[in-house]
Nanobody, 121 residues
Framework: VQLQASGGGLVQPGGSLRLSCAAS????????IGWFRQAPGKEREGVSY????????YYADSVKGRFTISRDSPKNTVYLQMNSLKPEDTAVYYC???????????????WGQGTLVTVSS
């Protein structure tokens, strides 16, 4: 069972990135998938999640209207499309899978390794 987060990089303010969370060994459709981030010296923050089956979504206020979470079931992958990026979005981003859809990371069972997003001019 493994999650692989990818797609991070350096982008200018106002730019876009798409993060991917690919699974091996299990089917993401059966799990709630959350995206979390941790900036240097700060606590981990829940960014977004998508529920299993129906695919309801949730966004933290800090990213609402700029980020979009989605599933690609045939590819067993969940994406986080990030637009209008700001310097304060700079962080290591992690994806996680769990049976409970919540913005609290404590409820998630499986974690990817993280991908660094740097927003800077």
């Amino acid at each position: 069972v493994q999650l692989q987060a990818s797609g991070g990089g350096l982008v200018q303010p106002g730019g876009s990135l798409r993060l991917s969370c690919a699974a091996s060994g299990f089917t993401l459709d059966y799990y709630a998938i959350g995206w979390f981030r941790q900036a240097p010296g700060k606590e981990r923050e829940g960014v977004s999640y998508i529920t299993s089956s129906i695919g309801n979504t949730y966004y933290a206020d800090s990213v609402k209207g700029r980020f979009t979470i989605s599933r690609d079931s045939p590819k067993n992958t969940v994406y986080l499309q990030m637009n209008s990026l700001k310097p304060e979005d700079t962080a290591v981003y992690y994806c996680a899978a769990g049976t409970i859809a919540t913005i609290s990371g404590d409820e998630y069972n499986y974690w990817g390794q993280g991908t660094l997003v740097t927003v800077s001019s």
